[in-house]
């Protein structure tokens, strides 16, 4: 079975805190996505990276980077969290070949107060 | 207009009903067609796939896909309580684009 894992459930940070949500999965998969998920606006792509090292923007880049130093390891970093940041943030994986079969991980509830 | 448009519901119907979950989509390059389900604090996990148009039917689930009309369906024949959740549907051209998904209770 395909496991994606979040660091954290829950968590809750300060204005202007750099924040770091990490993502592992275990099954040597290419491609990795960060994206958020807010009532009546669904699934919104905010970075994926196909290969270690590489990374492209998403449809809702802005005050988010991302870091993939190893396969297995994608990281989201919000460099100064804002309230409108506030968000249930979701991690996904998926090899080659099968485009649509993307695992999603448990999400992270991200509240920034 | 949004590339996929999904009725967010609340949806609540009582068990044993048949639920129709529905999509419209304005991009004529999508060619696979997939429904996500996803439970209360989980991540969304693929449900059923299909590609082109047409339908699949996987146990009480069916899909259904019209391209002409850029219309899918998900059909869900004797609902139980267990089939609560959201459900997203979501669709591949370059990338993948979900649906802002549809909050389904089935009432004992």
């Known amino acids: 079975d395909v496991k994606v894992t979040q660091s954290s459930r829950y968590l809750v940070k300060r204005t202007g805190e750099k924040v770091f949500l990490e993502c592992v999965q275990d099954m040597d998969h290419e491609n990795m996505f960060w994206y958020r998920q807010d009532p009546g606006l669904g699934l919104r792509l905010i970075y994926f990276?196909?290969?270690?090292?590489?990374?492209e923007k998403g449809d809702i880049p802005e005050g988010y980077s991302v870091s993939r130093e190893k396969k297995e390891r994608f990281s989201l970093i919000l460099e100064s969290a804002s309230t409108n940041q506030t968000s249930m943030y979701l991690c996904a994986s998926r090899g080659t070949g099968i485009a649509y079969e993307q695992y999603f991980g448990p999400g992270t509830r991200l509240t920034v107060t | 207009q949004k590339e996929v448009e999904q009725d967010p519901g609340p949806l609540s119907v009582p068990e044993g009903a048949i639920v129709s979950l529905n999509c419209t989509y304005s991009n004529s390059a999508f060619q696979y067609f997939m429904w996500y389900r996803q439970y209360s604090r989980k991540g969304p996990e693929l449900l059923m796939y299909t590609y082109s148009s047409g339908n699949k039917e996987d146990g009480r689930f069916t899909a259904q896909v019209d391209k002409s009309s850029k219309y899918i369906s998900l059909f869900i024949r004797d609902s139980q309580p267990s089939d609560s959740a959201t459900y997203l549907c979501?669709?591949?051209?370059?990338?993948?684009?979900f649906g802002q998904g549809t909050r389904l209770t089935i009432n004992p």
């Open positions: 979501a669709m591949l051209a370059q990338k993948l684009v």
């Open positions: 990276s196909y290969d270690v090292k590489m990374k």
